[in-house]
């Protein structure tokens, strides 16, 4: 059976700090989803998320910190959704689905919330089929 | 036609608007000391010789290749030049970027040729049987760069390339008639962006805050301020300082034609990075993400306006071309 791969760049104090407590409180969520950990989501810079693409990832999902004041460096969560919004509309005008990239909010206590968005991220991407068809994945 | 002492220069064409002609001509008086020095072998728009002429040279010393290699015909002349000349200068925007015919790099093939014959101003296209020397050369199914068909020596970038453009030709083409080949690749320009030497730059270029996107016409536009702190896109801040800045000195903002800023491989990414990072900074805590996606949706088309002459060589087209083939 295709198993996605999924990049996942979560900030350290929100998202990335969930993925943690649903690690010590042996929640499950699917293991596609590789999480790289940034300082703070206004750090990853688009060329980070194409490269993720590049490199053979099917979806690429980012989770920072609640709007509007959860983030710890005042504002990077609105550079993140401002360049994933963009973005996505570019990816659609070069004919990739936009429904590879997925923004979310989920605090450091949400790790029910983690959870269940990359097990619905993951079914989605399964169903979207592999980004490169079939093939060693990567371009 | 031979003239004993004299280098050889030639002067190609790819798919190519004719501007970059006008550029090189516009130099003037200085091409004389080149044409002391060179004879000109080739050059469609100005000598009387046909590209056949050019396949029969054994060796020229300089080629110069204007436009993007958009047909069969294009590729052909682009590799004998390389195949020929000791030196291959990429001058303008199509050559070294994509310039704006590489925006049909996305298309098929099929659905440009449909397009061209089917407006009401362009001529209906009827299969008309041609002998073969007749026929138009093919167009392949995506247009490229000259440089990643080959790799040139010298990258004059610029729509149309300008006069430091310009001068650094002509230096190069001086220096290599006195036995002197540049080193390495060369690219003509400042190594930084277009923003540090703009003459409206705000005092700190960290603090620039764009207060929402207009349209040319929309707002007044002061001629001493930065275009970025008035709502107007201007592509300054990824782009390579390596013009007079016509478009700022006439009120108008920087479409990016002299391709990416030292450092910048995918320059679109960095202009869609640049301007999500200053649009409405002072403001995101009131607009949130609905208010923000309703100013970000002035950008119609966000590949037209940050890959106007880059598209060809966008990670991103590439991904897409390669994942269209395998279907």
């Known amino acids: 059976m295709y198993e996605p791969k999924i990049i996942a760049f979560f900030c350290k104090w929100c998202a990335g700090s969930a993925a943690d407590l649903a690690g010590v409180s042996r929640m499950q969520y699917p293991a596609n989803i590789i999480p790289i950990i940034v300082p703070c989501t206004g750090r990853i ?66 790790a029910q919330k983690l959870v269940q968005v990359t097990k619905e991220f993951v079914s989605q991407i399964r169903e979207l089929g592999p980004l490169m068809g079939e093939g060693d994945g990567k371009a | 036609m031979r003239v004993m002492g004299k280098l050889k220069l030639a002067i190609v064409y790819g798919a190519i608007c004719g501007g970059c002609d006008v550029s090189l001509v516009n130099i003037g008086e200085k091409l004389a000391n080149v044409l002391e020095k060179y004879d000109i072998v080739y050059w469609g728009a100005a000598i009387d ?35 020929k000349a000791d030196l291959v200068v990429a001058y303008g925007a199509c050559a070294v970027y994509g310039g704006i015919p590489g925006l049909g790099a996305l298309m098929e093939p099929e659905e440009i040729m449909k397009i061209v014959s089917s ?50 030709l002509l230096k190069v083409l001086i220096d290599y008639a006195a036995g002197k080949k540049p080193e390495g690749k060369v690219i003509f320009g400042e190594e930084q962006s277009l923003c540090y030497e703009c003459p409206r730059k705000p005092k700190d270029l960290n603090k620039i805050v764009m207060p929402g996107i207009y349209r040319l016409h929309e707002i007044r536009i002061d001629e001493s301020k930065c275009f970025l702190e008035q709502g107007i896109l201007c592509m300054g801040p990824a782009t390579r300082a390596a013009c007079e800045m016509p478009c700022i000195k006439n009120n108008m903002p920087c479409i990016g034609c002299m391709g ?21 900074v002072d403001k995101e805590k009131e607009l949130l ?27 991103l087209t590439k991904l897409s071309i390669k994942r269209k083939r395998r279907g």
């Not at chain 1, 005042?74 to 996505?88: C, I, S, T, W």
């Not at chain 2, 990416?260 to 409405?280: E, Q």
């Open chain 1, 45 to 110: 810079s688009p060329r980070a998320i194409i490269e993720a693409f590049l490199n053979g990832a099917d979806g690429v999902l980012i989770g920072g910190c609640h709007t509007p004041n959860d983030c710890h460096y005042m504002a990077g969560n609105f550079k993140a959704f401002k360049r994933v919004y963009l973005l996505k509309k570019m990816l659609k005008q070069f004919r990739i689905e936009p429904e590879r990239l997925r923004i979310e909010w989920i605090s450091a206590t949400e």
């Open chain 2, 49 to 83: 010789g046909k590209a056949d002429m050019l396949e029969r040279l054994d060796k020229i010393d300089v080629a110069i290749y204007m436009g993007t290699v958009r047909t069969e015909s294009n590729l052909k002349y682009a590799k004998l030049i390389r195949d």
């Open chain 2, 119 to 168: 407006t009401v101003t362009t001529e209906s296209k009827e299969e008309i049987d041609l002998p073969e020397e007749l026929k138009l050369p093919k167009i392949l199914p995506t247009c490229t760069s000259l440089v990643e068909v080959l790799d040139p020596d010298v990258m004059a970038p610029g729509c149309p390339p300008g006069s430091i453009s310009n001068d650094g």
């Open chain 2, 260 to 280: 990416p800023a030292p450092g910048v491989d995918d320059v679109g990414l960095k202009h869609l990075s640049a301007i999500a990072s200053v649009l409405l």
């Open chain 2, 289 to 315: 993400e609905k208010g923000l996606a309703k100013h970000l949706d002035k950008i119609v088309d966000p590949l037209g306006l940050f890959y106007k002459y880059t598209l060809p060589r966008s990670y």
